[in-house]
C-alpha cells in the first residue's frame, strides 16, 4: 500500500495559495441582446444549483432539458466563472469560461433565433484551451506533486476522491500513490495495486485491437458492416457506416444504455446478444454526416473482431493488447464473478455515497466497464509510445484527428497544441471514472483512477497537468 497520512499544515498552505494565485480579473459586462440575456439567465441559473431556478429557466425559455441532468453537469463542474467573451453579436455570443472543481476552459456558444425560445434558442458547449492570462501558474515538480497530494487528500477526507494516480515522465515514475477505500463496508483501503473499473477506457484497447487487425490485413477502414457482418438485420447500417465510421464516432449507431439495457443487462453476456437487441434500429443520423458518441459504435467494433480473428474480443486483446504490454491486472471477468483486487464502485445519490452495483453490465465488453491499474495503463501507453501495439506510423494516424470535431482520432481522444498535444481516452459512469493522458513531446504520461463518479479522476490529472513544468526533454 502507498498511502500516506494527511499532509501538514505547511502543505494545506502552499496548496491554498496556489489555488489563490489563480488569476485575477474583472468579470466582464454581458450585453444586453436577446443572446446576452439568455446567457446571463442561464449562467446565472446554472452556478444557483437551485432546481427551482434551473426549472424557472427552462419554463422562460421553454427549454425541455432535465432539471436533474442540468443539476449534475454542475456537480461536476463546480460552476462556471466566465472568463471572456471571445464574441458578442445581437443573435450570438461565444463565452469563455473556467470551471469552478478543475479550471478546465469552456465554450458556450449561445445562438437566438426569432423568438429565441424552445428550438429558437440553440446553447452548445465544448472544450477550451485556456489563455496563458487565465491558466494556472506553471510550478517546480516538488511544489506540483505537494500540492496534488494535499489535495487528494482533503477531497479524499470530504469523500469526494477515492482512487490511484500515477504521473511518470520519461520512464521516471514521479508519483504513485492511492487514496481512500477499494470497498468502504469492509475498510479495504485502495491502493496502487486496486483494480478500478475504466468506463469508456475500454475504447482505446478496442481501438488497437481493430487497427491491428486493418494492418494484418484482415479488415479495411473503409469496410462497411454488412461486408463483416452479412446477414446484420439493419441495411441500412449494413451498407452505409464503415469502420473509419465506426471508430470515430461518425457512422450514427447510437447508444446501449437506456430502457432495454436496464431490463436486459445481465442477459447480454456476449457482443453477439447486443447485436441481436439492437441490431434492427437504423442510424440516428446519416452515417459520416456529424459526430455523435456512440457507445454501440465500439460494441460493434468487438464483433468485428471477434469475426475478423476467429477469437473471443475477450481472449483476442488478452493476447495481442494486454500481454504484449505486460499488463497483468487488467480485464473483463464477469461481475458475477471474484476479482480478488477490484474496487466496489460508489455512486453519489442525494448526496449519499451509494453501491453502483444495479447499474453494471454482465461484464465489460469492447465499449467500455473493464477494470485495470494503473500501473497496468502506464504499462499500455509505454508499449504504444515504443510501438510493441501498433506500428508508429499507424499509431500517429490514429492520434490525428479523424472526426467532424477534431476532437478523436481512432479510439483516441485528442486535446491540446504543440507541446501540450495529448492523446488519450477518459471513462465515466456512476460510480467509475478514470483518466489516461500521453504527451508525446514533453514525455508525461498521466493516470487516474477512481471508483467515484466522474469527475473524482479527471480532476485530478487536470490539476497536474494544469500546474506541471512543460520544459522539453
Known amino acids: 500500500?502507498?498511502?500516506?497520512?494527511?499532509?501538514?499544515?505547511?502543505?494545506?498552505?502552499?496548496?491554498?495559495?496556489?489555488?489563490?494565485?489563480?488569476?485575477?480579473?474583472?468579470?466582464?459586462?454581458?450585453?444586453?441582446?436577446?443572446?446576452?440575456?439568455?446567457?446571463?439567465?442561464?449562467?446565472?441559473?446554472?452556478?444557483?444549483?437551485?432546481?427551482?431556478?434551473?426549472?424557472?429557466?427552462?419554463?422562460?425559455?421553454?427549454?425541455?432539458?432535465?432539471?436533474?441532468?442540468?443539476?449534475q453537469f454542475r456537480e461536476y463542474t463546480g460552476g462556471l466563472e466566465l472568463l471572456q467573451l471571445e464574441r458578442s453579436a445581437p443573435d450570438n455570443l461565444l463565452a469563455l469560461m473556467r470551471e469552478g472543481e478543475s479550471q478546465r476552459g469552456m465554450y458556450l456558444e449561445v445562438t437566438v433565433k426569432g423568438d429565441g425560445r424552445g428550438d429558437n434558442l440553440i446553447m452548445e458547449i465544448r472544450p477550451a484551451s485556456l489563455p496563458p492570462q487565465f491558466a494556472a501558474s506553471r510550478l517546480s515538480m516538488v511544489d506540483t506533486l505537494a500540492a496534488l497530494r494535499d489535495r487528494a487528500t482533503q477531497k479524499t477526507a470530504a469523500d469526494r476522491f477515492s482512487g490511484a494516480l500515477l504521473f511518470a515522465r520519461s520512464?521516471?515514475?514521479?508519483?504513485?500513490?492511492?487514496?481512500?477505500?477499494?470497498?468502504?463496508?469492509?475498510?479495504?483501503?485502495?491502493?496502487?495495486?486496486?483494480?478500478?473499473?475504466?468506463?469508456?477506457?475500454?475504447?482505446?484497447f478496442t481501438a488497437v485491437a481493430l487497427l491491428q487487425l486493418v494492418d494484418a490485413g484482415k479488415l479495411s477502414l473503409q469496410g462497411t458492416v454488412g461486408q463483416y457482418?452479412?446477414?446484420?438485420?439493419?441495411?441500412?447500417?449494413?451498407?452505409?457506416?464503415?469502420?473509419?465510421?465506426?471508430l470515430t464516432h461518425t457512422g450514427g449507431t447510437g447508444d446501449?444504455?437506456?430502457?432495454?439495457?436496464?431490463?436486459?443487462?445481465?442477459?447480454?453476456e456476449a457482443h453477439a446478444d447486443y447485436v441481436t437487441l439492437f441490431g434492427t434500429r437504423g442510424p440516428v443520423f446519416e452515417p459520416g454526416s456529424q459526430d455523435g458518441y456512440s457507445n454501440y459504435?465500439?460494441?460493434?467494433?468487438?464483433?468485428?473482431?471477434?469475426?475478423?480473428?476467429?477469437?473471443?474480443?475477450?481472449?483476442?486483446?488478452?493476447?495481442?493488447?494486454?500481454?504484449?504490454a505486460g499488463m497483468q491486472s487488467t480485464g473483463s471477468l464477469p461481475e458475477s464473478q471474484v476479482v480478488p483486487g477490484r474496487s466496489l464502485g460508489y455512486t453519489r445519490e442525494e448526496g449519499r455515497l451509494v453501491s453502483n452495483a444495479s447499474s453494471l453490465p454482465f461484464r465489460g465488453m469492447a465499449a467500455g466497464g473493464g477494470y485495470s491499474t494503473v500501473g497496468d495503463l502506464l504499462r499500455f501507453a509505454q508499449a504504444l509510445e515504443a510501438g510493441r501495439l501498433l506500428p508508429k506510423q499507424l499509431l500517429a494516424a490514429a492520434t490525428s484527428p479523424k472526426n467532424l470535431g477534431g476532437g478523436f482520432g481512432y479510439g483516441f481522444a485528442l486535446q491540446g497544441e504543440g507541446a501540450m498535444r495529448f492523446y488519450g481516452g477518459v471513462g465515466g459512469a456512476p460510480g467509475m471514472n478514470?483518466?489516461?493522458?500521453?504527451?508525446?513531446?514533453?514525455?508525461?504520461?498521466?493516470?487516474?483512477?477512481?471508483?467515484?463518479?466522474?469527475?473524482?479522476?479527471?480532476?485530478?490529472?487536470?490539476?497536474?497537468?494544469?500546474?506541471?513544468?512543460?520544459?522539453?526533454?
Request: hydrophobic content about 40%; charged content about 20%; glycine content about 6%.
Open 171 to 204: 520512464e521516471q515514475i514521479l508519483l504513485q500513490q492511492a487514496w481512500g477505500y477499494a470497498d468502504r463496508e469492509a475498510s479495504r483501503a485502495a491502493t496502487t495495486e486496486t483494480q478500478f473499473r475504466l468506463g469508456s477506457m475500454n475504447k482505446m
Open 434 to 473: 478514470g483518466e489516461l493522458r500521453i504527451y508525446p513531446e514533453l514525455g508525461y504520461i498521466l493516470v487516474g483512477l477512481s471508483n467515484f463518479d466522474p469527475p473524482a479522476a479527471e480532476n485530478m490529472v487536470e490539476f497536474f497537468s494544469a500546474r506541471m513544468p512543460i520544459d522539453r526533454r
Open 256 to 268: 446501449i444504455f437506456g430502457p432495454e439495457f436496464d431490463v436486459h443487462r445481465l442477459q447480454l
Open 1 to 71: 500500500m502507498n498511502r500516506q497520512p494527511r499532509n501538514s499544515g505547511a502543505s494545506s498552505a502552499l496548496l491554498a495559495l496556489i489555488l489563490l494565485c489563480l488569476p485575477a480579473f474583472a468579470q466582464p459586462e454581458i450585453p444586453e441582446t436577446p443572446a446576452g440575456q439568455a446567457f446571463a439567465d442561464w449562467l446565472t441559473s446554472f452556478n444557483s444549483a437551485d432546481p427551482k431556478q434551473v426549472a424557472a429557466f427552462n419554463r422562460k425559455y421553454r427549454r425541455k432539458g432535465d432539471v436533474a441532468d442540468t443539476l
Open 229 to 246: 457482418l452479412p446477414y446484420y438485420p439493419n441495411r441500412d447500417i449494413a451498407t452505409k457506416v464503415t469502420l473509419h465510421q465506426l
Open 297 to 324: 459504435g465500439y460494441v460493434l467494433l468487438g464483433r468485428l473482431i471477434e469475426v475478423a480473428s476467429g477469437m473471443s474480443y475477450y481472449d483476442y486483446v488478452q493476447q495481442h493488447i494486454y500481454a504484449k
